[in-house]
């Protein structure tokens, strides 16, 4: 049986909220109150360390001025800084503080110890299948393999 692409786009748009939700409920900590927007803008500056707002606005997938609002709780939250580029002092780029590291640190600990509170539930070859489905979508969105 093929599936057509209106199916797939079907499957995608009716089952996103629960893995949204899902997602949001592992990624929670009672005192760190970041949006999913701003949790991945923590997780981009992770991987790339400094970078420009326009870039970071790229890789978001958002405008200069939705970025704005986002970088503006970051940084009122001390999760991350704003400094001038020292090559032109009209660029703006954004970093992660300490702070911001060790929320995400925090974060990834307590991930941890929900999925495998719920993982311990599953027998091992549903937990494998269910890496080798992460693992495909992610890879099919252009993610390297891990």
Known sequence: METSVSELVDIIFRYYPFVRKAFRN?????????????????????KNGTMSMSELADDLNMSNQQLTKVVDALVDFHMVERCVDPGNRRKINVKLTEHGTGTLLSLKREVDRKLTFLLHKMPESETQRLTDAIMTVAEFFGHEKA
């Open 26 to 46: 592992l990624v929670s900590i009672k005192d760190v109150p970041i949006s999913m927007t701003q949790l991945t803008c923590l997780n981009i500056l992770e």
